[in-house]
């Protein structure tokens, strides 16, 4: 692997270099875009004049790392040895992010077809709550989207659809970001139909066999199930699982936090199949946010992305950002704005 030590100035580079950003300076002036500063795969500094007449697309981000070749090397500035030159014939290839966390956004409830709350009839405006929690996702950088429950309300049309495909896959499939779901219990043929399209690598519906979003967590889904009648004996979670960390999917009633009834999901019986542990449960359905530990194990309700809780002291309009690190979970609300 060529490193600084390989490159001579006034020179080009012999063989693409691995780097990783350091520090960006955006609009550094002088016909430059940006000064980026980087480090090689040895730790050794150097830095990027990003020219302008380089006409270089790519949008340079901290803590990750890039394969560049065809391009100019000079003597460095300002305490560098070594500064690459681009020009238009460099080729530079995004690599990903070297931060060892994962962060999965969270949003349930978008009921993406419904115009009106259900209660007050004022309008809402549920397309704009979901690809504003989108927009959030991927700005920091998410690894995932997962959503908890009913995409589509029954209302929503070929138009709602191809709303959330321009402004909530194409994003995400630009950036690379999957997305997993669940079914709720509310959906519509134009929102099923693009489900359908989309689905593959980036889009896929969670089963209780898991998705793997990376060597740190796995995420689990059920599917919504009337009345809470989930088909127990066809819930057939792995026997091994090689990620650390597990996260459930439900969009039900969940008995531990509703308490007991007769439509209720008691999470003992789902977690004694699982032959493990969740480390963390969320579910939809509720469109009220709440929480509450069971055992060691935290559970939530996450609400709905728009307003359309009845109760009096509503807690919507919400979606969250999970963070692991360390063989642990950090959940952060993200209100919506």
Known sequence: MVTV???????????????????INWQAGQSRRAVIELVDTAGNPLRLIDYEGAAISIDWK??????????????????????????????????????????????????????????????????HAFSTAIEYGINRDADAVVHVGDIFHESATSTHADHVDTHVFAPLADANIPFHYITGNHSSSPGDELLQQRTGNLVTNLDPRGVSVNSQVRVFGIDHHKNGNIPWNDLAFPNLVSEPLSVLILHQTIEQLSGHGSKTVDLERIDRQFGGQFNFILAGHHHDASRTDWGDIPVMYTGAAEHMSTNNDPDDRIAWLLTVENNSIVCDRYNIP
């Open 5 to 23: 030590d390989d490159l001579s100035s006034g020179q080009s580079l012999p063989e693409p270099i691995v780097v990783e950003v350091t520090d």
């Open 62 to 127: 901290q803590n990750h790392q890039y394969r560049i070749s065809r391009c100019g090397v000079q003597k460095g500035g300002r305490g560098f040895e070594i500064d690459l030159a681009p020009s238009k014939n460099t080729q530079i290839k995004p690599l990903g992010s070297t931060d060892p966390t994962t962060r999965l956004l969270v949003v349930g409830d978008t009921h993406i077809g419904r115009t009106t709350h259900p209660r007050t009839g004022k309008k809402i405006k549920p397309r």
